[in-house]
């Protein structure tokens, strides 16, 4: 699956090189626990290949068109918050493709498989409320703030859009 400047394909374990340099990043970690080992990458890997081929739906390796670079993910997957099942869309870009337009593009994208392949009325994001770029992508996209609330052990904003 493509846009204009991106391919977005589902996690393949030959992305795990690429995957540990961009979550291995600090400051792209910023708003996790820490920064993911090698290890950890892993399971981040296993987890969405496995979710994706359980429910269709996952987090997928967002890949520069032109090179085949990967550049991080993007997808939807189940949550649960405030004890209701929600279909969350988050992505995670590595820093030096941060401010290109990368996420928009993926985030734009995944509205409308998630829509037209997936059959969703609505779609979440769960926000850190200090990830001020999250929030601008967020309302950028139409997203609206829905409420605060505590998930992962800490306070998120959830954003909420009908599709």
């Given at each position: 699956?493509?846009?204009?400047?991106?391919?977005?394909?589902?996690?393949?374990?030959?992305?795990?090189?690429?995957?540990?340099?961009?979550?291995?990043?600090?400051?792209?970690?910023?708003?996790?626990?820490?920064?993911?080992?090698?290890?950890?990458?892993?399971?981040?890997?296993?987890?969405?290949?496995?979710?994706?081929?359980?429910?269709?739906?996952?987090l997928w390796a967002v890949c520069l068109k032109e090179t085949g670079q990967l550049?991080?993910?993007?997808?939807?997957?189940?949550?649960?918050?405030?004890?209701?099942?929600?279909?969350?869309?988050?992505?995670?870009?590595?820093?030096?493709?941060?401010?290109?337009?990368?996420?928009?593009?993926?985030?734009?994208?995944?509205?409308?498989?998630?829509?037209?392949?997936?059959?969703?009325?609505?779609?979440?994001?769960?926000?850190?409320?200090m990830n001020t770029a999250s929030l601008k992508l967020a309302e950028k996209n139409?997203?609206?703030?829905?409420?605060?609330?505590v998930i992962f052990d800490k306070e998120h904003v959830i954003y909420q859009k009908?599709?």
């Amino acid at each position: 699956m493509e846009t204009y400047r991106l391919k977005i394909r589902p996690y393949q374990m030959t992305d795990l090189e690429s995957a540990v340099t961009i979550f291995s990043d600090t400051e792209m970690m910023t708003y996790y626990p820490a920064p993911f080992s090698k290890q950890k990458t892993m399971e981040w890997l296993e987890w969405s290949i496995e979710h994706y081929q359980r429910n269709g739906m996952g987090l997928w390796a967002v890949c520069l068109k032109e090179t085949g670079q990967l550049i991080g993910d993007c997808g939807i997957v189940q949550q649960v918050i405030d004890g209701e099942q929600k279909y969350e869309l988050g992505y995670h870009i590595a820093r030096e493709y941060w401010r290109k337009g990368y996420g928009s593009e993926a985030t734009e994208f995944m509205l409308d498989y998630g829509k037209s392949t997936l059959g969703l009325q609505e779609l979440v994001s769960i926000i850190d409320p200090m990830n001020t770029a999250s929030l601008k992508l967020a309302e950028k996209n139409h997203f609206h703030k829905l409420k605060n609330t505590v998930i992962f052990d800490k306070e998120h904003v959830i954003y909420q859009k009908f599709l």
